[in-house]
């Protein structure tokens, strides 16, 4: 078990319509990255947050966004949803102290239609 | 441009063979190298890693990989695979400064006859 984990498990949407996805980070990482992997795809990475800001960001849209909470956990908001945004979306976690080992959620499936 | 180029899409091979996986990378600056695997089903496992030093590095389950700085490469492999070692498997780079942005391949599915 890699300790990050994420919710809902699977979701279906309406174009146009907004989703909300949820991370809890592995016990001590205080860092959340957040990925899409579309079928047959690699993750691509969407942007990373750290004390509670977003510090980088991948090459997707403004649709794309997301917070982190105080007890670092972390959520990713799109909206006016496409079709092509069906995707596994992964949450990812790290200590940023110790930065290099990354550990990844078992993914949210978002199906848009 | 940052990007990994893993240049098998699908790989078939029966039980005990071989396994070599390529994998190289465009990224400037000093990197992380990282093998995962994700089973069917199941979330995104690190098989192994390259930090530095030895550029031969061992992982989980058999697997290693070579670093080979001259040739941008990351190679994957297994002297003999098993059935359960189906799974796809991705190579991935970052930065040392920027740790928690990791650039992943396309991916290579492995299927193993039984």
């Known amino acids: 078990d890699a300790g990050v984990t994420q919710s809902p498990t699977h979701l279906i949407k309406t174009r146009g319509q907004q989703v909300t996805l949820r991370c809890s980070p592995k016990s001590g990482h205080d860092t959340v990255s957040w990925y899409q992997q579309a079928l047959g795809q690699g993750p691509q990475f969407i942007f990373q947050y750290y004390e509670e800001e977003e510090r980088q960001r991948g090459n997707f849209p403004d649709r794309f966004s997301g917070h982190q909470f105080p007890n670092y956990s972390s959520e990713l908001n799109v909206n006016a949803l496409l079709l092509g945004d069906s995707a596994l979306y992964l949450c990812?976690?790290?200590?940023?102290?110790?930065?290099?080992?990354?550990?990844f959620g078992e993914g949210s499936w978002l199906t848009v239609v | 441009a940052q990007s990994v180029s893993q240049h098998n899409h699908h790989v078939i091979l029966s039980e005990a063979a071989s396994l070599e996986l390529g994998c190289n990378y465009s990224y400037g600056g000093t990197v992380n190298l990282f093998w995962y695997v994700q089973y069917p089903g199941q979330h995104l496992q690190l098989l192994l890693k390259?930090?530095?030093?030895?550029?031969l590095v061992k992982g989980i389950k058999g697997f290693e990989a070579e670093f080979i700085k001259s040739k941008f490469s990351f190679n994957l492999r297994k002297p003999s695979v098993q059935w359960s070692d189906t799974a796809e498997y991705f190579c991935a780079v970052n930065a040392k400064s920027s740790a928690s942005k990791i650039i992943f391949g396309s991916g290579t599915r492995l299927s193993i006859r039984p």
């Open positions: 990812a976690s790290s200590r940023q102290a110790s930065g290099n080992t990354i550990y």
């Open positions: 390259y930090f530095s030093g030895d550029p």
